[in-house]
């Protein structure tokens, strides 16, 4: 089996980058940094993220798997102590798979020229520096309302505990093929109107944002940033591709939510 390293940065995950690459090499495993089938993020879940982002062109065939070196993270979920237990379920056990749905993005432009397609793991945010954004919203062909606000934030599952749980979003289970609209301070009175509600949409709807003034746009795709001038359109839905995470123990999701914003404590089950 192939496999690849991505480090935070820091002392601490470099020092464990170091030791997982040099047991593995000695399990005859290969390390492989442009064709991995296991990808491994030391660090939290912004350097899983990165790692996503830079295998997403394969990811029919590489799976990931996170060891957190801060908080516990949503994605990271092995410790540091258990580093030599994952080491040799890395190398003596064949790992399971479980998918989650992705966000995809297509950004066209109103110059006709050729369109940009991003896919996200946690989010795409829409924002504009330049006062509020304005969109007509058609959902699956049809003008559903006109949004007014600082923005919008569209989620997968897996990411609806990150910054769409902050802007009062629903925490959605990733087995759910679906992607959550959740407004950045809409306005709101006798003349502009929203939903005010967090959408769940799935995977046969598509979600069509046409801006209504002439802004330039702030839009993220995880923790990567463009600007874009001249915005015909913005289409949003559950892309056809999955991650897909390397699994030696189960580590439910909703265990997960528990030890990230209740407590540290809970029953074991199934994922």
Sequence with gaps: ??????????????EIRSKIKNYLTE??????????????SVGGDGTLLEAFHTYVHRLDQTAFIGIHTGHLGFYADWMPEELEKLIIEIARTPFQVVEYPLLEV??????????????????????TSEGSVVFDIEIKGDHFETFRGDGLCISTPSGSTA????????????????????EMASINNRVFRTIGSPLI?????????????????????????????????????????????????PFPFW?????????????????
């Design 1 to 14: 089996m192939k496999f690849s390293i991505l480090s935070k940065g820091d002392q601490k995950s470099n």
């Design 27 to 40: 399990f005859q495993l290969e390390y492989n940094e442009d064709e991995p089938d296991l990808a491994i």
């Design 106 to 127: 297509t950004i066209r432009p109103k110059d006709g020229e050729e369109e940009d397609r991003y896919l996200a793991l946690n989010e795409c945010t829409i924002k």
């Design 163 to 182: 910054y769409n749980k902050a802007l009062g979003g629903a925490i959605l289970h990733p087995s759910l093929e679906a992607i959550q609209i959740a």
């Design 201 to 249: 949409l799935p995977s046969h709807h598509t979600c069509l944002l046409k801006p209504l003034n002439d802004r330039s746009f702030l839009i993220t795709m995880d923790h990567i940033t463009r600007t874009y001038k001249d915005v015909k359109s913005i289409q949003c839905r559950v892309a056809t591709e999955k991650v897909r995470f390397a699994r030696f123990r």
């Design 255 to 271: 265990r997960r939510v528990h030890d990230s914003f209740v407590s540290d404590e809970y029953s074991h089950s199934k994922e």
